[in-house]
T-cell receptor, first 112, second 117 residues
């Protein structure tokens, strides 16, 4: 089955700096790659996603890049703010409507 | 639009007891998922429903876990008997197909936090 690796497990940045989280996946058939943000005591919330026919996608301060040849994708957060502090999960899915395979998460701390 | 609802939010039981969780998906969402999230890990699928039929239950420990979605809307997940290693957050998610037929975005509920003593 699909195996998703996520790095780093923890990340601490100063407010205003950029944060980058990287994920790799094993199944070349994977074609959908969402990123979720999970705050303490809450369920995961989708923040951005990318499909295999797109190399990059941006939404305000958040961007995701995908390299299908290398089987890795990354989340970039610019101008970080304290409210960006949370656990971020990458995921991959091999087919439309199928369940997601999640990475182990990255705990991001943005200090003022 | 109301989100995915789950109850209870917290549950503490002793090992070998039984417990049930309830999920009400977003209105109109045909697909419903139950995930298990152990502390420090990402969610792991337990079972996926399409309307009232099971799509994937390959990772559901069927000797102790069961789930149903009888009318294709609400769903219940049951554990009987519970083990210490079942302590986790149980997340329900729902989705519907986009107009372009692309991957269905999954929306998660707040989860039920289970502690087995």
């Amino acid at each position: 089955g699909e195996n998703v690796e996520q790095h780093p497990s923890t990340l601490s940045v100063q407010e205003g700096d950029s944060a980058v989280i990287k994920c790799t996946y094993s199944d070349s058939a994977s074609n959908y790659f969402p990123w979720y943000k999970q705050e303490l005591g809450k369920g995961p919330q989708l923040i951005i996603d990318i499909r295999s026919n797109v190399g990059e996608k941006k939404d305000q301060r958040i961007a995701v890049t995908l390299n299908k040849t290398a089987k890795h994708f990354s989340l970039h957060i610019t101008e970080t703010q304290p409210e960006d502090s949370a656990v971020y999960f990458c995921a991959a899915s091999i087919r439309s409507g199928y369940a997601l395979n999640f990475g182990k998460g990255t705990s991001l701390l943005v200090t003022p | 639009e109301a989100g995915v609802a789950q109850s209870p939010r917290y549950k503490i039981i002793e090992k070998r007891q039984s417990v049930a969780f309830w999920c009400n998906p977003i209105s109109g969402h045909a697909t419903l998922y139950w995930y298990q999230q152990i502390l420090g890990q990402g969610p792991k699928l337990l079972i996926q429903f399409q309307n009232n039929g099971v799509v994937d239950d390959s990772q559901l420990p069927k000797d102790r876990f069961s789930a149903e979605r009888l009318k294709g809307v609400d769903s219940t997940l049951k554990i009987q008997p519970a083990k210490l290693e079942d302590s986790a957050v149980y997340l329900c998610a729902s989705s519907h197909r986009t107009s372009g037929g692309n991957q269905e975005t999954q929306y998660f509920g707040p989860g039920t936090r289970l502690l087995v003593l």
